[in-house]
């Protein structure tokens, strides 16, 4: 896949020191992508919404394999989806697993079959994924702020459904009174966390 540099972005330099700009904007495109899948796809359970999402991550990073370390480092969705929807996709012939001496150290790959779906889902973040890693630190920082200024906005609108994309998420944290709290954005979440019946066991 080319890296193609994306429109300029107004700066809004409110980072961290020391912060990783192109880790963070890695995690800010799963995010992104949770949502948009979430919304299109309104039946989906976390398990169905991370294969998709690890199809478009695994898309744009063709010209390197992926451990489930890395995705779980990428994604920040918690480990047992993130094996549940690998082993969904290894099933349906999408992804192929690569050994290595380390059972952790496993990569993936798509199939024929995986590519030709992930292409499908037509997500615009996966030519972002790209400019992770080749992008100016400078033009990274700013789509990094602008993204987050985006997702700040939907969620304080209500436009974008939450429940099933931070549900399984690591930075996800249940809250009595708001409903949940976004440790990522350090924002709160006004979402039902009524976790599913045990009779739903595709759901984490």
């Known amino acids: 896949m080319q890296c193609s540099s994306p429109e300029s972005f107004a700066s809004v330099d409110h980072a961290q020191p020391g912060e990783d700009h192109r880790s ?14 979430a919304a299109a796809h309104s039946l989906d359970t976390p398990i169905e919404l991370t294969e998709r999402l690890l199809l478009c991550i695994l898309l744009a990073n063709e010209d390197r394999h992926l451990s489930r370390t890395e ?10 989806t993130i094996d549940s929807a690998l082993l969904n996709l290894e099933q349906r012939n999408e992804v192929h697993t690569l050994p290595q001496h380390a059972p952790e150290q496993t990569s993936y790959e798509l199939t024929a079959s995986g590519h030709t779906v992930a292409i499908s889902l037509e997500s615009w973040t996966t030519s972002f994924y790209q400019y992770a890693e080749c992008g100016s630190d400078a ?3 700013d789509l990094l702020h602008q993204l987050q200024r985006a997702i700040y906005s939907l969620i304080a609108t209500n436009t974008i459904p939450t429940t099933r994309a931070c549900i399984a998420c690591d930075f996800f944290a249940p809250e009595s009174q708001t409903g949940g709290y976004c440790r990522f954005l350090s924002t709160p979440l006004t979402i039902q ?3 599913p019946t045990a009779s739903d066991t595709r759901t984490p």
Request: aromatic share 6%.
């Open 139 to 141: 033009g990274v920082r």
């Open 24 to 37: 963070v904007l890695r995690t800010t495109l799963s995010k992104i992508t949770l949502y948009n899948f």
């Open 71 to 80: 995705l779980h480092q990428i994604t920040k969705i918690n480990p047992s």
């Open 193 to 195: 966390t009524t976790r």
